[in-house]
C-alpha cells in the first residue's frame, strides 16, 4: 500500500513557475514507476509526465515537453513536478500517482495503482 500527498500548487502567473512534489508512504517507493496527471474543470484527466522506478527514463505529454520536468528522489520517498513557462491551459487539479507492474512508467492511467487526492494549479493570463 502507497499513500501519496501532493502539495505545491497554487495561483501563479503565466510565464511563470511552479514546483509540485509528491510525497509517498512505505519502504518500497523505489519499486514503484511514478506519473502525473491533470483534469480540467470538464474534461477528462490527461497524462502529463511519468518517470521510470530507478529516474532513468521520463515520458512527457506534447503540451508540456520543453517546459515541465518530472524528478524522482527515493531517498525522499518524493516525485516532483516543475513547471516552467506555464500558460493558463495548464490550468488544472494534478495528480500523482503510482504503477508497481509498469516500473518504466506510463502515459496511461489505468496502469496506476495508487494516487493522491490532487493539488489545484490556476495560471492567470
Known amino acids: 500500500q502507497v499513500q501519496l500527498v501532493e502539495s505545491g500548487g497554487g495561483l501563479v502567473q503565466a510565464g511563470g513557475s511552479l514546483r509540485l512534489s509528491c510525497a509517498a508512504s512505505?519502504?518500497?517507493?523505489?519499486?514503484?514507476?511514478m506519473g502525473w496527471f491533470r483534469q480540467a474543470p470538464g474534461k477528462e484527466r490527461e497524462f502529463v509526465a511519468a518517470?521510470?522506478?530507478?529516474?532513468?527514463?521520463?515520458y512527457y505529454a506534447d503540451s508540456v515537453k520543453g517546459r515541465f520536468t518530472i524528478s524522482r528522489d527515493n531517498a525522499k520517498n518524493t516525485v516532483y513536478l516543475q513547471m516552467n513557462r506555464v500558460k493558463p491551459e495548464d490550468t488544472a487539479v494534478y495528480y500523482c500517482?503510482?504503477?508497481?507492474?509498469?516500473?518504466?512508467?506510463?502515459?496511461?492511467?489505468?496502469?496506476?495503482?495508487?494516487w493522491g487526492q490532487g493539488t489545484q494549479v490556476t495560471v492567470s493570463s
Open positions: 512505505g519502504r518500497t517507493f523505489s519499486s514503484y514507476a
Open positions: 500517482a503510482a504503477t508497481a507492474a509498469y516500473r518504466s512508467g506510463s502515459d496511461y492511467a489505468g496502469e496506476y495503482d495508487y
Open positions: 518517470i521510470s522506478w530507478k529516474g532513468g527514463r521520463t
